[in-house]
């Protein structure tokens, strides 16, 4: 009885893309990532963090934008990245800070955990889905990298 109370029994948590894939509600991102080729990374060790958008979030976006990005490759990955943050990074481990983080396309993201939990103009919707090489943030908006930046003032 104390061997089977000390015995894991639960199964192995799946990796990021197997999630996204089991929740049936990131049918657009899953995707995407397997158009940018990025299954392999986000099935590697990690850990990452991603704030994952699902299909809602992407159904907020123009007509014919989603597409275009699937005949992209480069742009698609890009964005794809500017969802990813490398390390394990939980809702709590920014609950009332607010801090740019550098995203695995080279680009800050801010986040902002004062109020809930926003990147940039996404709202975390559902945050902390554990994996076994990071956490998925459910976010309601599909992040947009910056254009190069321009210095100066408008």
Known sequence: MVTALLTPTFARAA???????????????????????????????????????????????PP?????????????????KYHVVPGRVKAADIAGKSLKVKTAAGLPVNVDGTMGVKVNNANVIQPDIE???????????????????KKGHH
Do not use: C, M, Q, W
């Open 64 to 80: 014919g934008t989603v597409e275009s990005l699937l005949k992209n490759k480069a742009k698609l990955a890009t964005i794809l």
């Open 15 to 61: 990796d990021i893309v197997d999630t996204a894939v089991a929740a049936g509600s990131f049918n657009t991102l899953v995707t995407a990532i397997k158009a940018a080729g990025l299954v392999g990374t986000l099935k590697s060790k990690g850990p990452y963090t991603v704030f994952a958008p699902n299909d809602i979030a992407f159904a907020k976006l």
């Open 131 to 149: 994996t076994s090489n990071g956490i998925i943030h459910v976010i309601d908006t599909v992040l947009l990298p910056p254009t190069r930046a």
